[in-house]
């Protein structure tokens, strides 16, 4: 049996935390890791090396890792470059998540260059995809999995509602395992992602993002509120 086979009809939960929170660490992004598990999760998505080295010794089922790393005039951030693809290689996941976008990337390789990277250091490919095109391309360039994870977090689309179910339709539709990531808020919106043929569903912020889930109940007390971390934008990143 695959890896995505073990993935086949299962919640995935990406564990991650704000950049400035204290549970951005090895230790307690591992134990979060252990928490999603033990409570029915098939696989983690987790950021940066030393993290998802940490999930990786912490679980027994697949980690998804990704690195997230800006580059100045370039819009892609979510493994990125070569130095990114390393990193998650290094760290020991199974899968490597990318931005399969149509825009340009720092080192300027396509999708496929991305995706014969990947298969090369024996790992498999997870497409972060915003459109229906981008589904296409990273299909046809061998991507293992086809998501929707940056739907909402681009130019044009960032108008639309998620989770992104037309486009998980899409995913479906693409013959690649497909994965509905983005805006999972609620047991409902993991049902409604597999009835439109969703293979897995990611749900990240309403279960393991604690610092966003106390500020959006914070905001809604009439007391004096912290200003210690700044205030983001309810769509966070994925």
Known sequence: MSVLDDLRG?????????????????????????VAVINGAVAVRVEGLERVAAAVRAVSVPVIGIVKRAYDGFAPYITAGERELAEVAAAGAAIVAFDATGRVRPDGRSVADVVAAIHARGLLAM??????DDVRVAASAGADAVSTTL????????????????LTRACSASGRFAICEGGVASADDVAAAFAAGAD??????????????VRRFAAAAPGVRSEQSPRRSERTSP
């Open 151 to 166: 739907c909402g977090f681009t130019d044009a689309t960032r108008h639309l509602t998620l989770p992104a179910l037309e």
């Open 10 to 34: 299962g919640l995935i939960v990406s564990v991650q935390a704000d950049p400035s929170s204290p549970l951005n660490t090895p230790e307690a992004i591992a134990l979060l890791c252990r």
């Open 200 to 213: 897995a569903v990611v749900a990240g912020t309403a279960l393991t993002n604690v610092d966003v889930l």
């Open 127 to 132: 497409a972060d995809c915003a459109t229906g």
